[in-house]
Nanobody, 123 residues
């Protein structure tokens, strides 16, 4: 069984910074891509940033130059450094990972989601 646990959300003023973390745990054989998504009230979930196992990164245009995704492979942990935050960044942020996991000796791939962490940007 695999779990993704996010942390680091909160309330911040416009122009401020936050750092989100996501740690994967469980019967993990290997992790491929990991990424961050967000969902604002009344909107669809959207990609924020993703990092491949080869450290290739992709960002949404709306966060380029302000957000930085990174991962610490030895700890199965993903980070999102968010700078110069804007009110429109307010959303629930979700961690996603493509993981090969072991289940009763059988290794198979699946996509896993964290429970989400709220980020609110407001004065």
């Amino acid at each position: 069984q695999v779990q993704l646990v996010e942390s680091g959300g909160g309330l911040v003023q416009p122009g401020g910074s936050l750092r989100l973390s996501c740690t994967a745990s469980g019967s993990i054989f290997s992790i491929n891509a990991m990424g961050w998504y967000r969902q604002a009230p009344g909107k669809q979930r959207e990609l924020v940033a993703v990092m491949s196992s080869g450290d290739t990164t992709t960002y949404a245009d709306s966060v380029k130059g302000r957000f930085t995704i990174s991962r610490e492979n030895g700890k199965n942990t993903l980070y999102l450094q968010m700078n110069t935050l804007k009110p429109e960044d307010t959303a629930v942020y979700y961690c996603n990972a493509d993981i090969w996991a072991s289940d009763w000796g059988r290794i198979s791939p699946d996509s896993y989601w964290g429970q989400g962490t709220q980020v609110t940007v407001s004065s």
